[in-house]
């Protein structure tokens, strides 16, 4: 199999050479010849199978013919995170580089003077993030009606950031005779939905199932208790015990994003931090650190590291079980790709078997334990079940733009009793980002102070608290109990 017999014009087959690629990726062999015919086409492929060139490459193809005009750009990639959109920024201008095209890059962060000229000037491709983009569309800075293309990129995470309202008012104001090339790692049903008012007869191509982690990798769990200290404690353990070149380490939190990386700074660990309240700038330069290895240790949330290009990460870390349990697999999927082998190692409290289960559930198989399984006595079921409550907050209960209420409004009654997941770098957020100059991770402060910041986390979660448990009373209460 190679990239000539796939339909892409002869100048984007050379550059597709002249960037290294040999083979296309499965996702990329079955994209591509339906994608330059100009028909719609619904891509299910985890990260890191190249789903990037599978529409980078029939748009360079197709943008062969017509020009742009002034503010009127042809083409429009949508991404959930500037890191993302600047990656397939990358990939126009690694890939595209005899094609002269003009490629807007709109995302938050950056002033808008500088894409506002791009717009004016005429731009084939614009890239956005989705807020930044309805920003400069309702500040009348650029035309939609003369879409040929429209790619929606990473959907299941647009998802998650709370981005649908914004997709949906996007697409609705495109032609509607445009293509439209939609790629995501996993199909829940609000992408279904989305996909299925939005796409027309598209070819769906799903390349592997989109839950299995890949068999490379070889997973461990770690039992711990909840205190903080503990687990930081094991999460040493855990680095010590492996022979790391490199390794994220993933929290639920962004709280504890800054708590644990400040603490493995304190223990003498070269590590950097990644988290939403970063700016562009601290975030790039942190990564660029991480990539050429100057940081060996990454310390990040699912939202911030979410599906940034990495290569060749030996180790995943879970500090925490993360709630939902696609994110694991997302998670552990920075290490063993291309065929190597990989390491994935979680620390798992007693408070999270639920959510563990979950996650065995959906790989269809248990996760070995390091040191033996806990005991059934060991598991605090009480909270394990709250915690599921946890999960429709982070789809339903973040603000919406435009206003719009959340679809799921049932699960957003749920207990509010663990802190919500890190807001997600939201429209709103980057619009403000140039202004709200976020913190730099304080280097060789003191670390953050842990207890004094577990305790005002837990007072957090005490206000957040219904008194007892609120409407819910788990099923295991409801059991008649025997008098010993
Ligand atoms: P995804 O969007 O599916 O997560 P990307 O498009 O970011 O994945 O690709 C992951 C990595 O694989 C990138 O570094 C990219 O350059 C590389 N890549 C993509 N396609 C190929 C290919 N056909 N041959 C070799 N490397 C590739
Ligand atoms: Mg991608």
Partial sequence: MSFSNLGLSPKVESAVIAAGFETPTPIQAQAIPVAVTGRDVLGIAQTGTGKTASFVLPMLTRLERGRARARMPRTLILEPTRELAAQVADAFELLGKSHRLTVALLIGGVSYDEQDKKLD??????????GRLLDHFERGKLLLNSIEILVVDEADRMLDMGFIPDIERICKVLPFTRQTLFFSATMPPEIQRLADNFLHTPERIEVSPPATAATTIVQRLKKTSDLP???????????RDHEIKNAIIFCNRKKDVGIVFRSLQRHGFNAGALHGDMDQRQRTATLDAFRSG???????????ARGLDIPEVSHVFNYDVPVHPEDYVHRIGRTGRAGREGHAAMLVTPKDHKALKAIHAMLRTEIPWVDGAPKAEELDESVASSRENG????????SQRGGRKPENTTETAAPKRHEPPEPEIKAKSEAD??????????KGSDGGKPAAKDKSRSGQQRENQPVGMGDHVPAFMMRPVRAS
């Avoid at 200290?229 to 680095?239: P, S, V």
């Avoid at 100057?294 to 911030?304: Q, T």
């Avoid at 999960?391 to 973040?398: D, Q």
């Avoid at 980002?433 to 304080?442: I, Y």
């Fill in 391 to 398: 999960r429709g907050r982070r789809r339903g209960g973040r």
């Fill in 433 to 442: 980002a140039p202004k709200r100059a976020a913190k730099p991770p304080r």
């Fill in 121 to 130: 000037r005429g731009a084939d491709v614009v890239i956005a993030t989705p």
């Fill in 294 to 304: 100057e940081i060996p240790i990454l310390v990040a949330s699912d939202v911030a």
């Fill in 229 to 239: 200290a503990d687990k930081r404690e094991a999460l040493r353990g855990l680095i």
